[in-house]
Each structure stands twice: as structure tokens, then as C-alpha cells.
């Protein structure tokens, strides 16, 4: 099975490893979400809820997945549409929310399941992710 889509949007530029530490009452630390993140979590749980009841598997896949990720980001004047972005953030950071969006609106069962991977980052025209998702 093969699931392709495209999300349009504004990329969130905040990423997983963006959580926060305080202390708490007795001087227990704790970590903590902060509104950029909690925010960027929604937006991708919104696109991929809605991507899933469109293109999504009846049931979470439960064997293998290859996940392949283009991250198109709105270009400036000083980039070609197309043209490979060599800045923050991280594709692995960036990753690691999405992946976990996913596995919470139920493309697989647990994101360990992702065996292989291809994320690619360019500037773009048109902004949004291109997902394609390959039961291996």
C-alpha cells in the first residue's frame, strides 16, 4: 500500500526539541510545551486528520513504513523555487512532531515503525509537506 498527499501550508518553524524545563512546587523540575509548540502540534494534527480520512489506511498499518517528506518552504527573492534550503531548522527535528502527528491520528501504530526515511527541505512557490507513506 502507498499513500501520497500534499498538505498545503505555512510551515511551523518550531520544532520537538523545542520543549521547556521549570520547576515546579518542591523543586521537582518538569518540561513543558510552549504555546509555539502546542500550536505547530495542532496544525499538523488538523492537515493530517483531515489527510487521513482522505487518503488514509482504514486501519493503522501495522507492519513496516517507509516515510518520504519534501518540506517546501515559502521562498524569498534571494531563492529559486526549487532550490534545496540549507537553513534551520533541522529535518530531524522537524521530523519528529510530524511523525508523532501521524502516529496519533493513526497512519501506523507507533512511529518505530518508520524504517526508512527521505526528508528533503527546499524553498518553494508553494509552501506544505508532500508526504508519501509505503507499507514495506
Request: charged share 30%; aromatic share 12%.
Amino acid at each position: 500500500m502507498t499513500i501520497e498527499f500534499f498538505l498545503p501550508m505555512e510551515i511551523p518553524t518550531v520544532t520537538q526539541q523545542e520543549h521547556r524545563m521549570a520547576v515546579g512546587r518542591g523543586g521537582r523540575p518538569y518540561i513543558y510545551d510552549p504555546p509555539e509548540l502546542k500550536e505547530a502540534r495542532q496544525k499538523f494534527l488538523g492537515h493530517l486528520g483531515l489527510a487521513r480520512s482522505r487518503f488514509g489506511p482504514a486501519e493503522p498499518i501495522r507492519g513496516g513504513v517507509r516515510l518520504v517528506t519534501r518540506w517546501l518552504w515559502r521562498r524569498g527573492a534571494e531563492h529559486a523555487d526549487g532550490e534545496y534550503k540549507l537553513t534551520k531548522p533541522d529535518t530531524d527535528n522537524s521530523l519528529k512532531l510530524f511523525k508523532d502527528c501521524m502516529t496519533h491520528v493513526g497512519f501506523w501504530l507507533d512511529d518505530c515503525q518508520v524504517a526508512s526515511e527521505l526528508t528533503e527541505k527546499f524553498w518553494a512557490d508553494t509552501p506544505g509537506i508532500y508526504v508519501r507513506v509505503e507499507e514495506l
